[in-house]
């Protein structure tokens, strides 16, 4: 099966930091589950990172400061 997104271009779009385990956690999870949900057509995935990126970053900002 060919992979819904790599590796590479998740560090090309990338702001900042790449968590290299959340990362790889998400790319195993669209490898095996991806196309049942939908996430092989551009304009769903295209609102899935950006929407999963600040909840991670949300979620590490809590855990690191509370709230």
Do not use: W
Request: with cysteine.
């Amino acid at each position: 099966m060919n992979e819904i997104i790599s590796a590479h271009q998740l560090r090309t779009a990338a702001k900042g930091k790449v968590y290299e385990g959340n990362m790889n956690s998400v790319l195993v999870a669209l490898d095996r589950f991806g196309v049942d949900l939908g996430m092989n057509k551009p304009h769903i995935l295209a609102q899935f990172f950006p929407r999963s990126c600040t909840k991670a970053a949300t979620s590490n900002m809590t855990a690191r400061y509370g709230g």
